[in-house]
Structure formats: structure tokens, C-alpha cells
């Protein structure tokens, strides 16, 4: 067993409650872990037989394009295209992070993580 990491993939989108939130966009950063057998990869040394972290990645930009007004629909939606489109990935957690959210006060970021 093994895990795929993808660390601070950065995005300016425009999610939010608020609508000025869905107007003016604010950057977000998402990390991805996605557990696999890495077992037969790690013999062959072949990409065909791997999750790959590619594909892993533009799945993660479609899904955060789409509107959203709460951070843990895009989780879901990303983890739902984690298990349909990347066979070989038996546990994923997301975790998706809003910088500088309009809470009234200073604070560098507010975030949520699902698991499946």
C-alpha cells in the first residue's frame, strides 16, 4: 500500500456564500491523498499501471471551477471524480482551504477535509 500526495495546488475560484464572494473569488489551495497498491508500479516502473497524479490534478481543477457556495460540495465533488475516473485508489482525503475568508477578522485561512 501506498499514498499519492498532492500538496498546495493553488487556485483562484469563486466559491462562497456571499454573494461578493462568487464575484470578486479569493485563492484556494487543495491537498489530495490518495491511497493505492503501488506494489506492481513499483516493479514495473511503468505509468500505465499507476494512479496517475496527473490525471489526479486536472480532476481537481475541473471540479474547482464549478460555483460552489460551500467548500464541502467541491470535497465531495472531487472525491466523487477521485473514485469514478482513477481506478486503483482504494481511500482519498481532500482537503480544500479558502485564504483569507470574510469572517470579521484576521486569519489566514478557513478549511475542510472528507475522507472516503
Not at 491537498?31 to 499501471?49: C, G, H, P, Q, R
Amino acid at each position: 500500500m501506498g499514498q499519492i500526495h498532492l500538496e498546495d495546488m493553488e487556485f483562484y475560484a469563486f466559491h462562497g456564500h456571499f454573494k461578493e464572494e462568487q464575484i470578486v473569488g479569493s485563492k484556494f489551495f487543495v491537498d489530495l491523498i490518495l491511497e493505492t497498491d503501488m506494489t506492481i508500479v513499483a516493479k514495473t516502473d511503468n505509468l500505465s499501471d499507476a494512479v496517475n497524479y496527473q490525471s489526479a490534478y486536472k480532476l481537481v481543477k475541473r471540479e474547482m471551477v464549478k460555483k460552489s457556495r460551500m467548500l464541502e460540495n467541491i470535497a465531495k465533488r472531487i472525491l466523487d471524480a477521485v473514485f469514478d475516473e482513477l481506478p486503483g485508489v482504494i481511500h482519498a482525503t481532500v482537503s480544500i482551504r479558502k485564504m483569507n475568508p470574510p469572517i470579521g477578522g484576521k486569519i489566514k485561512s478557513a478549511g475542510v477535509t472528507l475522507s472516503r
